[in-house]
């Protein structure tokens, strides 16, 4: 059974940082893209960024330049490493499988809130 | 900038057939954008309904498809129960390693 589990979420002041990991359990992680998608509070779903499994990374607009999508194929884990993080970060954030490439997540774990305030 | 435009709000009878459509704001969907559907309830995670166009996922009714609708990705709901009344969002493959979800639906079921 495919899961995938976030963990690193919390309370950051704007500015700071924070990294994300989930972990992948239930299929060859090696083989897949994971991605990271995130909603706001009352929004909608925004996708966020895309490791393939060469390592080849991805980004929103909103985020490039501050956030890191890696992967430790070793550990079956994938990380978002998020600095310089501004009130509109504030989310909840989705690790997913992908099923297609880069493209169409199918499996998603329940997710971690990040909440950058002060 | 890549939009992707669903509808905001669909109602639809119980019993009855209802077809939410995802569109690109310049340009015409087609298979290579890998359309997938997503079901979220308030405060749960996203559960996956189609990928790929037309693949359910496991565990998912065939009341749920998905397909190529003029333009548009389309997921279509038939014999509509009382719990699928939720969001629905679909996230379209716009190329260079770029995914971009649409708005959602909101379909209520009445």
């Known amino acids: 059974e495919v899961e995938l589990l976030e963990s690193g979420g919390g309370l950051v002041q704007p500015g700071g940082s924070q990294r994300l990991s989930c972990a992948a359990s239930?299929?060859?992680?090696?083989?897949?893209?994971m991605s990271w998608v995130r909603q706001a509070p009352g929004k909608g779903l925004e996708w966020v960024s895309v490791v393939n499994p060469e390592g080849g990374t991805y980004y929103a607009d909103s985020v490039k330049g501050r956030f890191t999508i890696s992967r430790d194929n070793s550990k079956n884990t994938l990380y978002l490493q998020m600095n310089i993080l501004r009130v509109e970060d504030t989310a909840v954030y989705y690790c997913?499988?992908?099923?297609?490439?880069?493209?169409?997540?199918?499996?998603w774990g329940l997710g971690t809130l990040v909440t950058v305030s002060s | 900038q890549t939009v992707v435009t669903q509808e905001p709000s669909l109602s639809v009878s119980p019993g009855g057939t209802v077809t939410l459509t995802c569109g690109l704001s310049s340009g015409s969907v087609s298979t290579a954008h890998y359309p997938s559907w997503y079901q979220q309830t308030p405060g749960q995670a996203p559960r996956t309904l189609i990928y790929t166009t037309n693949t359910r996922s496991s565990g998912v009714p065939n009341r749920f498809s998905g397909s190529i609708l003029g333009n548009k990705a389309a997921l279509t709901i038939t014999g509509a129960q009382a719990d699928d009344e939720c969001d629905y969002y679909c996230?379209?493959?716009?190329?260079?390693?770029?995914?971009?979800f649409g708005g959602g639906t909101k379909v209520t079921v009445l």
């Open positions: 996230v379209l493959y716009v190329g260079g390693g770029i995914s971009v």
């Open positions: 239930g299929f060859t992680f090696v083989n897949l893209a």
């Open positions: 997913t499988r992908n099923s297609r490439g880069v493209a169409a997540p199918d499996y």
